[in-house]
Nanobody, 120 residues
Framework: QVQLVESGGGLEHTGGSLRLSCTAS????????MGWFRQAPGKQRELVAA???????NYGDSVKGRFTISRDNAKNTVYLQMNSLKPEDTAVYYC??????????????WGQGTLVTVSS
């Protein structure tokens, strides 16, 4: 099994920055796409950013120009640099990874979530 461990959440003021990290460990064959999702109270989980193994990125409209996703394939780690934070960025942030499991292809793996709170 593959596990994801997230870190870097916390409390920040409006306009501040935070950096999230997520590392995959366990029985890894290879990790495909990785990404960050978030869920605010009373709202559906939404895509924040995703990055393919080769580095192609995709961002949610609300974070474009403020957040940057990157990854270190050698460390099976994905990062999310969050700048110009807004109160509406407050949410639990979840890491997701596509873990290659062999003949069955890729399996989604989710982290436990890390809370980001942005005060006004």
């Amino acid at each position: 099994q593959v596990q994801l461990v997230e870190s870097g959440g916390g409390l920040e003021h409006t306009g501040g920055s935070l950096r999230l990290s997520c590392t995959a460990s366990g029985s890894i064959i290879t990790i495909g796409a990785m990404g960050w999702f978030r869920q605010a109270p009373g709202k559906q989980r939404e895509l924040v950013a995703a990055i393919a193994f080769g580095g192609r990125t995709n961002y949610g409209d609300s974070v474009k120009g403020r957040f940057t996703i990157s990854r270190d394939n050698a460390k099976n780690t994905v990062y999310l640099q969050m700048n110009s934070l807004k109160p509406e960025d407050t949410a639990v942030y979840y890491c997701k990874a596509d873990s290659f499991v062999g003949t069955e292809g890729f399996q989604e793996v989710w982290g436990q979530g890390t809370l980001v709170t942005v005060s006004s």
